[in-house]
């Protein structure tokens, strides 16, 4: 299949290849573009540089692009996924990988190991009370720095030609521009994503595990594909 999915120019670096492993193509669409505050990450690096975080959640591959590179400090880091894993990777920055893909997860992975402890945060200008309400509940600090901002392109997602479009995120899909056509499956990265379609009128007809790999998987199975093996 030819998926279109909805990422901001700074990410999917290796979507194309983790598809073609899967046995699909793809290619992206940008229904929001981030706008980085340079002097946000500035401030966020000197605190980190100073030792004021015990540990760092990097709940973004952009985040820890635009981070890493300038940590000379080593807390805990802890990345949302494997794609920002290996980011920080890039960054010589070892991380741990959150064993799920949902930044609500974090209080229970790292578990009483939080109580009495400072949490830095560097993220999108994106609303998550409950992460920093999860943290400080386990009798943890938290200090989040707002590093960017994802804004409407107001651009027509171009969709001829795909097969399906899988939206990212539940802001990817309320803030984009597009027109549903028959026979183009609807795809969601995950249950948060999926509950956002639902209220918007275009219920998913796959569902992921908040991973790319993991909602490609989910596809080949609503195909009935066995497995990565598909040509």
């Not at 990450?41 to 760092?56: H, K, L, P, W």
């Not at 999860?134 to 651009?155: D, F, M, N, Q, W």
């Amino acid at each position: 299949m030819r998926i279109a999915i909805t990422r901001i120019r700074e990410k999917g670096g290796d979507d194309s290849a983790r598809c073609a492993a899967w046995g699909h193509e793809c290619y992206p669409v940008s229904p929001l573009e981030a706008s980085v505050d340079h002097d946000a990450v500035g401030r966020f690096v000197r605190q980190a540089n100073c030792g004021d975080f015990d540990c760092i959640f990097f709940t973004s591959a952009l985040a820890a692009r635009l981070v890493a590179p300038r940590l000379a400090a080593r807390p805990r880091v802890i990345a949302i996924g494997p794609q920002t894993g290996r980011e920080l990777e890039k960054s010589g920055v070892p991380s741990e990988v959150l064993d799920s893909f949902y930044s609500r997860d974090f209080a229970r992975y790292v578990g009483d190991w939080v109580s009495g402890r400072h949490v830095g945060i560097p993220r999108a200008d994106v609303p998550n009370p409950g992460l920093a309400a999860s943290i400080e509940a386990a009798g943890g600090r938290v200090t989040e720095v707002r590093c960017y901002s994802l804004k409407p392109t107001g651009v027509p997602l171009p969709l001829d030609g795909a097969d399906a479009v899988l939206f990212t995120s539940a802001m990817s899909f309320r803030e984009a521009v597009w027109e549903p056509r028959p026979g183009v499956l609807l795809i969601a990265i995950g249950d948060v994503t999926a509950g956002a379609m639902r209220r918007g009128g275009h219920p998913p007809d796959v569902v992921g595990d908040g991973s790319l790999d993991g909602t490609l998987a989910a596809l080949n199975e609503f195909l009935g594909y066995p497995g990565r093996a598909v040509k």
